[in-house]
């Protein structure tokens, strides 16, 4: 009956395809296929080529043009690669298509994505998102995976008079996704009933897009364990710790990583975890700035915190890995005066686009922690003091 997508296994050889549409540029392209790469790595699979050819847009049966997937096809025989990860959504015929074409496993980013979600995923909560979405991806691509649509089939209790298996199918992937939804609305109810017995405190989320050491900034901060690597989503699970800093309590949680074409049914899926995010009084987008698409990596978050309906929120922009950023940027060779200048205009820079809401750190090396940590305390104070204006017994005495 149905057939669930194989999952990559471990040390599997991969080739990555890409297409230059309208309005992208090749550099653009070359850092989506770097970001694929490392989804891959993440998922245990080891990116050996990547294909990249200029269209208008996908073709419709094969994605790519005939001559480019025939050029992958001979790569494919002669290295014996055993997959092949597109960087965008495929439909379901395209699947069948280019498997039949190329005669290996095929996926796509967003297949990827749930597939590392499915490996990380502890909690119940995050194992019944992650499910949700797997079959939220299925459904619409049932047609076009399924191997035997002629077949006809009767029984009782099972499917109606010359019902077909693909009819069959869609119907058990709907019964099971409304039985997810339905287990999920229970994990949320227990959820929001954890939120509420949390008080008055003031909320503070950590957002960023993956990787860019919000895990390792919330130890820092929080003095917490919170499991923290160098691979895209090590966290997905919501962590919340109380903090307090000179007398003055509040919320810290940490949240899922955002991602450039993250798919709609995944943020759909994951809605209860992101409602820290949307019940967060306080964000801190932590920003990897040795990244060198680190402005795009900030405008994919901000979009993000706009479908969320919180980009109105108070917001402290993090400038972390600044000390990888000055081993990237800088040379021996460079004069210490040119150094600081250099990184003074990139700060000046940063002020004025924030509004002086920002710091430059590094989480690792706990390098200008102190100074973040009296903003987040001025930021709480602030915020307590508009919530409850008239309390005179909050727990706080120390002056700003």
């Known amino acids: 009956m149905i057939e669930k997508t194989p999952k990559i296994k471990e040390a599997e050889e991969a080739v990555l395809i890409g297409l230059i549409q309208k309005e992208q540029t090749e550099a653009q392209v070359t850092e989506y296929l770097d970001e694929l790469a490392f989804l891959a790595e993440t998922a245990g699979a080891k990116a050996v080529k990547t294909f990249m050819q200029k269209l208008p847009y996908p073709d419709s049966r094969t994605f790519v043009g005939k001559g480019k997937l025939e050029q992958i096809k001979e790569y494919i025989t002669t290295k014996n690669i055993t997959i092949a990860i597109f960087d965008d959504e495929l439909s379901g015929s395209q699947i069948i298509n280019i498997e039949k074409a190329l005669g ?3 996926i796509d980013r967003s297949d990827l994505i749930l597939d590392i979600f499915a490996s990380r995923a502890r909690t119940a909560q995050a194992k019944v998102q992650v499910e949700l979405a797997q079959y939220q991806y299925l459904l619409p691509r049932l047609k076009g995976m399924w191997k035997h649509l002629e077949r006809q089939g009767g029984g009782i209790g099972t499917r109606g008079p ?3 298996e693909i009819e069959t199918d869609r119907r058990i992937v709907k019964d099971k996704i409304a039985l997810l939804r339905k287990r999920l609305q229970q994990i949320d109810k227990q959820a929001i009933t954890q939120r509420k017995e949390r008080g008055e405190m003031i909320r503070v989320s950590l ?4 990787n860019v050491g919000k895990s390792t900034l919330m130890n820092v901060l929080s003095k917490s364990d919170v499991f923290a690597e160098n691979k895209l989503f090590a966290t997905l699970d919501t962590t919340t710790r109380k903090v307090v800093y000179e007398n003055t309590p509040f919320l810290l949680s940490d949240t899922v990583g955002f991602i450039r074409k993250l798919p709609h049914h995944l943020i759909e899926s994951f809605k209860s975890t992101l409602d820290e995010v949307r019940e967060a009084d306080i964000l801190l987008h932590v920003v990897d700035i040795s990244h060198p698409q680190y402005e795009e990596q900030i405008n994919v978050v901000n979009k993000t915190l706009q479908e969320l309906k919180s980009s109105e929120k108070p917001v402290i922009t993090i400038f972390n890995k600044i000390d990888l950023y000055e081993e990237k940027n800088f040379d021996d060779w460079l004069e210490e005066d ?7 205009d990139l700060k000046e820079r940063w002020i004025n686009n924030t509004q002086g809401n920002c710091i430059f ?4 090396q706990k390098k200008n922690l102190e100074e973040l940590r009296a903003m987040i305390l001025k930021q709480v104070r602030s915020m307590y003091r508009v919530r409850y204006p008239y309390k005179t ?3 706080f005495n120390a002056p700003d």
């Open 104 to 106: 290996v496993k095929t």
């Open 162 to 164: 010359g019902e077909t």
């Open 207 to 210: 957002v960023g897009y993956t």
């Open 338 to 344: 040119v150094k600081q200048d250099i990184l003074s």
């Open 361 to 364: 750190i590094s989480a690792l």
């Open 393 to 395: 017994d909050l727990n």
